[in-house]
């Protein structure tokens, strides 16, 4: 199910045999309100049949432990979002597989400040629009992730579930515009410049995440 889950949800969903709607529908996520919206795939999304549209704002402390993301202490402010959930239409009378269960989210991150090393630290009151996708393709064996932060960097990552858990397979990290492209070997791959780049900050980042870093 959804980590972290929504709580108090309220509102009218109305199914028909074709068709799905809600009416004032909403609840409580990462600690706020969040407004809900379902209705019917839009034609241009054939192999979907429901979109759950959310939108909403919550303490960027309330995201980063919701999800157990790292370096909490790294981000503050408030995080304006919409996310909308892709749910596959069934396909019984083909051997087509269904699309993956997709979720978008968007955000400008304009009340967050991020205090990273370039590329990824920004300041409160600068917007940052940051679109993130994540893919779960039937069978639950693989993830795939992508998206883009402004003009600083894209991704396209891929998962892949092993016996030990979720491993890396292969992905791409392109720092500045264009699009990564993932090359067949495994691993991150890391392309791109940067107009400044301090070996010192990242040891230090390195260093809160596990205690102390030893150079050689």
């Known amino acids: 199910g959804l980590r972290p889950p929504i709580t108090e949800l309220a509102g ?18 990462l600690g706020a309100p969040v407004s809900i919206e379902l209705a019917d ?60 269960f997709t979720v978008n989210v968007a955000s400008d991150l304009e009340d967050v400040a991020i205090d990273l090393p370039p590329p990824f630290g920004k300041p409160a009151g600068s917007a940052r629009v940051t679109t993130a996708s994540l893919f779960l393709p039937p069978g639950g064996s693989a993830i795939r992730t992508e998206g883009r932060a402004g003009a600083a960097f894209a991704w396209q990552i891929g998962f892949e579930r092993t016996a030990a858990g979720w491993d890396l397979d292969r992905g791409a990290l ?14 991150l791959h890391v392309t791109g410049a940067l107009s400044r780049f301090s070996l010192d900050e990242w040891l230090v980042l390195a260093g809160e995440g596990r205690g102390g870093v030893d150079v050689i």
């Not at 051997?95 to 993956?100: G, K, L």
């Not at 500045?176 to 993932?182: I, R």
């Open 174 to 187: 392109l720092v500045g515009e264009g699009e990564p492209s993932v090359p067949d070997l495994r691993g």
């Open 41 to 100: 795939a839009p034609a241009e999304l054939d192999g979907y049949q429901v979109v759950a549209t959310a939108t909403g704002e919550a303490a960027t402390v309330a995201a980063v432990e919701g999800f157990a993301l790292p370096l909490a202490e790294r981000v503050d402010g408030r995080l304006a979002y919409r996310a909308e959930v892709l749910f596959p239409r069934a396909r019984r009378d083909t051997d087509q597989a269904p699309e993956p």
């Open 12 to 29: 009218a969903v109305t199914v028909g045999r074709d068709t799905v709607s809600s009416e004032a529908l909403g609840g409580t996520f």
